[in-house]
C-alpha cells in the first residue's frame, strides 16, 4: 500500500489547511492588505507546502527506497525523486 493512501487522511487534513491559507492569502489581496501581512501570510503558505512536502518525501523514501526493493527499481525510483525536487526547489 502507497504511503500516501494509509496517511491519506492527516496529508488531506494538511491540504486543506493550505487551502485555508491561500484563500486567507486572497482576501487579503482583495481587502488591500499591508503589504507585510500579506508577506506573513505567503510565508505561512510556503512553510506549509514545504511541510506538506517534506512527510510526502520522507514517505516515498521510507517505502519505495527501503532495503526490499531490488537495484533497478531503486534507481528508477531515485531519478523520480531527484525530478520532484528539482521541479519543486526552482
Known sequence: MAHTIATKK???ARVR???GQ???LERAL???SECLAVLHQIAAVRG???GLMSEVLEGHIREH???D???STRREDVEGVL???RSYLK
Open 65 to 67: 527506497l527501503g532495503a
Open 17 to 19: 489547511r493550505i487551502k
Open 30 to 32: 482583495e481587502g488591500e
Open 69 to 71: 526493493s531490488d537495484a
Open 22 to 24: 491561500v484563500e486567507a
Open 10 to 12: 492527516p496529508l488531506l
Open 48 to 50: 506549509a507546502v514545504s
Open 83 to 85: 525530478g520532484a525536487l
